[in-house]
């Protein structure tokens, strides 16, 4: 059968779609794989942070510091000086709810409740830490990964480190709340009374 002129037009049609099908597809990947260097998350992260970000979750008691303490895990802190066995400053850990993805920490607010009023705080990325401040101070992931990245994004498996020097120092019986609101997300509160006992490292359990 005599191939006919229209049969070579129409595979050279054929093999330039495929062809731009295949080029189309390969930037569409390459524009949600590639990291940006911004502050805003971009392709794949940005699409986790959004469908996780009311899944963080706190992982065992915080822990208060004395007022009178001045440095932790290379912070320096300027709490307020209060009397004799008052709490300056709070560690807690944090960790995305399992199953999810990504926690912007960077977009993440915490809040203070004391005496029924709400002081939001201000992130710091170095040392020192000042009154109604707070930072990340260490970040590791659970075995078999190991270790966490140095960005502030909390990725499944990866635990934050997170320290707040307090607005005002908290006495014996003291009732307060610590909220953790991710971006777009639900809040997180953290609700706690100060023990009778003040020590060096004053466990603060529910």
Sequence with gaps: MKKRPDDD????????????????????L??????HHDSVPHGLVASAILQSGDSIRLIDDPIG???????????TMTSKEGPDQTIGSIQLSVSPLIGDL???MDRTSIGFTFNGKETFLTQKKRSPLNPGEWAIISRYGALPLGSANDDDILHAGETFDVLIVLPAPLHRSDHFILTITPYRGMP?????TVPPRITGVTQLPN
């Design 102 to 104: 990504a926690i912007d």
């Design 65 to 75: 510091y004395p007022s009178d303490t001045h440095e932790i895990s290379g912070f």
């Design 30 to 35: 390459i524009t949600i794989l590639t990291p």
């Design 188 to 192: 997180l509160p953290i609700r706690r």
């Design 9 to 28: 037009a129409i595979t050279v049609l054929s093999i330039l779609l495929i062809l731009l099908v295949i080029i189309v597809s390969s930037i569409f």
